[in-house]
C-alpha cells in the first residue's frame, strides 16, 4: 500500500550559494551518529527530493546546513533509517542518534521535531504491520491460482483493516492538537484510499493556512484531485467507442448501478480479475447493475480477443489511445485494474473493489 506521497523539487528552498544570508535566513541541523559501521554519510530529503549529503567526519559528527525562510520538513536519513525533522529558519537543530538503538535518537532545539518524534512509534507500529501484511501475502500466493489470490487479498485487508482505521484516528487526534507542521506530517502519511474523507477534511481545514509552503501546497493539490474523484461526486463523463465503431458514454447508463473497470488485454492483474468480474456481473445483472468495460489498450486486435478470450459479455469501450488517454487524467489514474461503482445517478459509491469485497458490497448494496 502506498503511503500519501507528495513530491516537491528545490524551487523555493534553495538560492544562488553566491548569496550571503544570516542565520534568520537558514536552516541547520548537526549532531553525532555513534556507532555508525559502514555508514559514511548522513542524507536529507525534502519529499522524494534528495537534497544533499554530507559525511560523517572526526568524532563521528555531521553538519547540514541551506538558505531558508520558512519551516522546512525535511528527512533525515542515516543508513536504512529516516527521521523526520522540521527546521525553522535561525535555530539550530541538533540531531544525534546511536546506530545500535536507531529507533532512539535525540532530538533538540526544534519542538516540532520533537512533536514527530512523540508520534514516531505509532508510525512505527503501522509501518510494521504494513510489511508484515506485504510479506504474509507474497509467501502465501506463492502458488496460488488468481481467484485464490484475490480472495486472500480481501481477507487480508479486511483482518488489517481495523489496524489501518486505527491509525488514522491516531493521526487525525495528533492533527487537531497540533495545527503546526508537525500535524500536517503525520495527517500526509496516511494512505488516501482508506482515509479519502480524513484527507479531505483535512485540506479544507488548512486551506488559508501555510500558504508560503510548497509541501503544503503539493499536499493540498494533490487532495483537489483525491476529491473530484471520492465517494459521493459525480463520475466524469466518458465517450469512447465499442470494437464495432459504437459510440458509448458513461451517461447512456443512468438509471442503473455500474461498475466502471479500467483494464487492458496487457494487464495481468486485469486479466486474473476478470473471472471474478464475470461471476459478479451474471449474478446482479437482472439487479438492476451492469459494466462498463474501459479499456487502454492501443491495439484493437488484443483488445478483441481479450474480451472473448475472458467472456466479457457486458459494453466494452476503448479509445484506443493507452495511457495518452485523456481519461487517465480525468479519472487520475496511476495503474490497473482501476474501477469506480456508480448509483443510478452516476455518482461514485465505491471504488477499487475486488475478490469478495466486491461479490460483498454488491449483494449489501443491490439485494434488499
Not at 233 to 261: H, M, R
Request: aromatic share 10%; glycine share 6%.
Amino acid at each position: 500500500m502506498k503511503k500519501f506521497a507528495i513530491y516537491i523539487g528545490l524551487a523555493g528552498l534553495l538560492i544562488s550559494g553566491l548569496q550571503a544570508c544570516s542565520n534568520s535566513e537558514a536552516v541547520q541541523v548537526n549532531g553525532v551518529i555513534d556507532n555508525p559501521g559502514n555508514v559514511k554519510v548522513v542524507s536529507f530529503y525534502e519529499g522524494d527530493q534528495k537534497l544533499d549529503s554530507t559525511f560523517i567526519a572526526d568524532g563521528n559528527k555531521f553538519k547540514f546546513e541551506r538558505p531558508a525562510t520558512q519551516e522546512r520538513l525535511l528527512t533525515i536519513e542515516v543508513g536504512k533509517n529516516r527521521y523526520p525533522v522540521i527546521l525553522e529558519p535561525g535555530k539550530n537543530v541538533e540531531f544525534n542518534v546511536d546506530l545500535q538503538q536507531p529507533e532512539n535518537y535525540e532530538i533538540k532545539g526544534s519542538d516540532l521535531s520533537q512533536k514527530l518524534k512523540d508520534f514516531a512509534p505509532q508510525k512505527a507500529r503501522i509501518d510494521f504491520v504494513r510489511d508484515s501484511l506485504q510479506q504474509s501475502f507474497s509467501s502465501a500466493t506463492a502458488e496460488m491460482d488468481a481467484n485464490g489470490i484475490q480472495n486472500l487479498r480481501s481477507e487480508m485487508l479486511m483482518k488489517f483493516e481495523p489496524f489501518f482505521k486505527n491509525y488514522i484516528n491516531q493521526a487525525v487526534d495528533f492533527a487537531n492538537k497540533n495545527e503546526d507542521l508537525a500535524g500536517f506530517y503525520v495527517m500526509s502519511t496516511l494512505d488516501p484510499e482508506m482515509a479519502e474523507a480524513e484527507l479531505i477534511s483535512y485540506a479544507d481545514h488548512i486551506k488559508d493556512k501555510f500558504n508560503n509552503n510548497r509541501y503544503v501546497g503539493e499536499f493540498k493539490a494533490e487532495v483537489d484531485k483525491l476529491r473530484k474523484l471520492a465517494v459521493g461526486q459525480k463520475a466524469p463523463e466518458i465517450t469512447a467507442y465499442t470494437p464495432d465503431n459504437k459510440t458509448v458514454k458513461l451517461s447512456d447508463f443512468k438509471g442503473k448501478y455500474v461498475l466502471v473497470d479500467f483494464w487492458a488485454s496487457w494487464c495481468m492483474p486485469c486479466r486474473e480479475e476478470n473471472p471474478n468480474i464475470v461471476k459478479q456481473y451474471n449474478t446482479f445483472k437482472d439487479k438492476n447493475f451492469t459494466v462498463l468495460g474501459v479499456s487502454l489498450d492501443n491495439n484493437p486486435g488484443s483488445w478483441m480477443r481479450a474480451i472473448q478470450d475472458d467472456k466479457l459479455t457486458w459494453t466494452n469501450i476503448s479509445d484506443l489511445q493507452a495511457w495518452s488517454s485523456p481519461l487517465i487524467i480525468d479519472y487520475s489514474i496511476k495503474g490497473i485494474p482501476t474501477s469506480y461503482i456508480l448509483d443510478a445517478e452516476g455518482n461514485i459509491i465505491a471504488k477499487n473493489l475486488r475478490g469478495k469485497q466486491l461479490e460483498d458490497f454488491l449483494t449489501k448494496t443491490l439485494i434488499k
